[in-house]
């Protein structure tokens, strides 16, 4: 328990820094500086949309996971909730809360299954597939920053390092589902 706790700690420390670093540099410089090119609303507005998308998605995932293994629902509830206000956060429409029937056809595109490589009788699995994704994302949306103008760079790393700590959070939880497994 006690490296979960620094892991939550280490992701808000993380979270504040990203936050609170360029604050004055995004005011200083402003989205309507005079001379910066108005083009850049495009690429912005589909990098945002491709966030809210991975978000939701990574949301669904986490629905499915819960719905096969409904014992991890109540250790996945604020991890998953804080999926939900990323995905609002980046402008996709709110979240609904997960419905033990109705979460794993919940999925917000014809994407493959959320649920792809979850065992239904191995939760270690579905938790190991979680972490899997939230890494993937947070790697991406690190990648993403260069791509980014300064207040959806902030964004993005705040997120992204929300999502590393999920990563240290969830492997944490394999761990110890692990060891009960091997104890039984």
Do not use: W
């Not at 670093?21 to 005079?34: F, M, R, V």
């Not at 409904?70 to 980046?90: D, I, K, M, N, Y």
């Not at 595109?109 to 009788?121: E, K, T």
């Amino acid at each position: 328990m006690q490296p979960a706790r620094r892991a939550v700690l280490l992701t808000a420390g993380l979270g504040a820094i990203a936050g609170a670093s360029g604050c004055s540099e995004g005011a200083a410089q402003g989205a309507d500086t005079p001379g910066s090119p108005k083009t850049t609303a495009a690429p912005e507005t589909v990098l945002r949309a491709r966030a809210a998308k991975d978000s939701t998605e990574l949301l669904a995932r986490y629905d499915a996971t819960t719905t096969a293994h409904p014992g991890l629902a109540v250790q996945l509830r604020p991890l998953r909730a804080e999926v939900a206000r990323h995905a609002e956060a980046f402008g996709a429409a709110s979240a609904p809360s997960p419905s033990p029937s109705a979460s794993a056809s919940a999925s917000p595109s014809p994407s493959p299954s959320p649920s792809r490589g979850a065992d239904p009788g191995d939760a270690g699995k579905g938790v190991s597939v979680l972490a899997d994704a939230e890494q993937r994302l947070a790697d991406a949306r690190t990648t993403a920053l260069l791509d980014a103008s300064p207040e959806l760079a902030r964004l993005l790393a705040s997120v992204a390092a929300a999502g590393a700590g999920h990563v240290l959070l969830l492997r944490a939880a394999l761990q110890k589902l692990q060891k009960s497994q091997k104890g039984n």
